[in-house]
């Protein structure tokens, strides 16, 4: 696929530091305002952010099929509104615009001074309205994994696994933008198994290394979206940490599966990567035994390969790393998700949201939740600052960072991180 703003020689007049999660080729959406002003769409360039309602109301955009009101909003949605196409053309303008060749809007020194925000002097927002939020348990390593811990290797997966991407439906309310605290979750728990339950703050709360993607507005309730259509259907992708207090969960899971052990909240990284900007960095997925249902077969490479990685910040400290793990080793990949999701009529709606579940490789260093790194609480990671860690404690912060590289362009996603209160 050809897409222009994806160019590997592009290069911007605004300055991008080696290494920089955002350069020309990577343009991702957010929602940030400064001080004394109203939230609004920006895009990150950089150390920068490139204000599409200042750049808009100069008349740079007229020729895209937006209006003011799509980039003077406090979510992504009315924008979003517009379609996949239509914002395939904002992108690509707005990659022409910040082109060094391009001399529209770098010959004009004031509006430049009106367009551009350093990233450090705005705050970002919570970038979309989430009206349904579905995660799914799609990494075969995680699934292998935790069946081995709470049944045995022979039954790890269960008979349905490799047939659907199995999911539950989340709690939107409580997804929350980065660096935005959580507090302790309570709730019923049953550490002895020979006594009644208890009630309390979690004693085992943990996080999960997902990655999830927002969707566009789809078809009429009643219609399924195919595994070829999925592509225009998703908008871009985020990181996510769904947090998890696994001793609540595990006394309340059955028969229904996750309650509050998963709805307290969920932090996401507030850039939007668009599809587009990673379709350089598809790669192919796992070879899908036993064969799949039609509805669920795909063609091409719809796996992509994201690296990520997982630190822990004691309060005063400097982090430990304690995961590095990628998004290729995802079982179901996004057009099956979605495909899956919908193929009994189920709607879906812009912005909407579906994360990965938690993503593991094969290897140890590769896991990404605490409930695999620690095994169940038997062993322990050390921290930088000679603590040690079986799951996450109250101050702690979790910082959690991804990006796509490939031909010396680096698509990356800026971090997700939250700290940790305790219960109140």
């Given at each position: 696929m050809n897409i222009k703003a994806n160019n590997p020689e592009l290069k911007s007049w605004v300055e991008v530091a080696e290494g920089s999660d955002f350069p020309m080729q990577n343009l991702p959406f957010g929602v940030f305002s400064v001080e004394g002003d109203t939230p609004r769409v920006g895009v990150a360039i950089g150390e920068y952010i490139l204000d599409l309602k200042n750049l808009f109301e100069l008349g740079y955009l007229e020729d895209t099929p937006f209006e003011l009101a799509d980039f003077d909003a406090a979510v992504l949605n009315p924008m979003m509104l517009k379609g996949k196409l239509s914002m395939r053309k904002l992108r690509?303008?707005?990659?022409?615009?910040?082109?060094?060749?391009?001399?529209?809007?770098?010959?004009?020194?004031?509006?430049?001074?009106?367009?551009?925000?350093?990233?450090?002097?705005?705050?970002?927002?919570?970038?979309?309205?989430?009206?349904?939020?579905?995660?799914?348990?799609?990494?075969?390593?995680?699934?292998?994994?935790?069946?081995?811990?709470?049944?045995?290797?022979?039954?790890?997966?269960?008979?349905?696994?490799?047939?659907?991407?199995?999911?539950?439906h989340g709690r939107s309310s409580s997804i929350i933008i980065s660096g935005e605290p959580i507090y302790r979750p309570k709730g019923q728990k049953r550490p002895n198994p020979e006594q009644p339950p208890v009630f309390g703050p979690t004693n085992l709360l943990d996080f999960e290394l997902e990655m999830a993607f927002v969707t566009f507005q789809g078809k009429p309730l009643g219609n399924s979206i195919t595994t070829e259509e999925a592509d225009d259907y998703i908008f871009g992708m985020c990181l996510f940490n769904d947090w998890s207090a696994r001793d609540i969960q595990g006394w309340e899971y059955v028969p229904l599966g996750p309650f509050l052990g998963k709805n307290f909240a969920s932090s996401m990284s507030p850039w939007i990567v668009t599809l587009d900007a990673l379709e350089p960095f598809r790669v192919p997925g796992p070879v899908q035994e036993p064969k799949v249902l039609p509805y669920l077969e795909y063609e091409g490479d719809k796996h992509i390969q994201i690296n990520l990685e997982v630190a822990i910040q004691p309060e005063g400290t400097e982090e430990t790393v304690v995961s590095n793990s990628n998004y290729q080793y995802m079982y179901w990949n996004m057009n099956q998700q979605l495909a899956h999701h919908t193929v009994n009529g189920c709607n879906i709606n812009c912005g909407d949201m579906m994360a990965s579940g938690t993503i593991s490789g094969p290897e140890e260093h590769e896991y990404g939740s605490m409930l695999e790194i620690s095994w169940k609480g038997t062993k322990s990671v050390k921290m930088k600052d000679g603590t040690e860690r079986k799951f996450i404690l109250d101050n702690d912060t979790v910082i959690m960072r991804g990006y796509a590289e490939k031909n010396g362009v680096r698509i990356g996603f800026g971090e997700v991180a939250s700290k940790v209160l305790p219960a109140k």
């Open positions: 690509d303008r707005i990659s022409e615009l910040l082109s060094v060749e391009n001399e529209e809007l770098q010959k004009n020194k004031e509006e430049v001074k009106q367009v551009l925000v350093r990233q450090d002097d705005a705050k970002m927002h919570l970038p979309l309205y989430i009206g349904d939020y579905t995660d799914f348990y799609s990494s075969e390593q995680h699934a292998y994994n935790v069946g081995c811990l709470f049944r045995d290797p022979n039954n790890a997966l269960l008979p349905n696994w490799k047939h659907i991407p199995v999911g539950y």
